[in-house]
């Protein structure tokens, strides 16, 4: 039976899992046992921004290549104004106008940066009971 779960991760999921990726507790790896998860060319930037060698790089990369990044649409600005006010960065009106495009909920240990949004947010102790 095919699971219908969509996830869009936040860049703290992805970097929670690339500084814990010696233990077994990975959210990133639950989430993608239970369903399909995206990321955005954003995130993907800010991860690599910060790698300091090519071996981070390349580490990064493959857990990007485990997930689908979604780019930016030029029609996604035509939505930014909706969350004026409502989160601090255009970063985050950004990736709240991909969610709701996308119909996808957020995924972060930060509900409060997206608390304002009306979106679906999941913190992942909510996956795990």
């Known amino acids: 039976m095919k699971n219908n779960?969509?996830?869009?991760?936040?860049?703290?999921?992805?970097?929670?899992?690339l500084a814990n990726s010696e233990t077994a507790n990975s959210v990133l790896i639950d989430l993608?046992?239970?369903g399909i998860c995206f990321t955005t060319v954003i995130n993907a930037s800010e991860l690599l921004l910060i790698a300091k060698t090519e071996k981070e790089?390349?580490?990064?990369?493959?857990?990007?290549?485990?997930l689908?990044?979604?780019?930016?649409?030029?029609?996604?600005a035509l939505s930014v104004s909706n969350?004026?006010?409502?989160?601090n960065t255009l970063r985050d009106a950004l990736?709240?106008?991909?969610?709701?495009i996308n119909k996808l909920p957020i995924v972060t240990f930060d509900n409060n940066r997206y608390i304002n949004t009306g979106l679906k947010i999941i913190h992942p102790q909510e996956l795990r009971g």
């Open 5 to 17: 779960n969509k996830f869009l991760l936040d860049t703290d999921i992805l970097s929670n899992h």
């Open 32 to 34: 993608m046992q239970i």
């Open 57 to 66: 790089k390349k580490i990064i990369r493959d857990v990007l290549n485990a």
């Open 68 to 76: 689908k990044v979604l780019g930016l649409n030029s029609r996604y």
């Open 83 to 87: 969350y004026s006010g409502k989160v």
């Open 95 to 100: 990736l709240a106008v991909v969610a709701e």
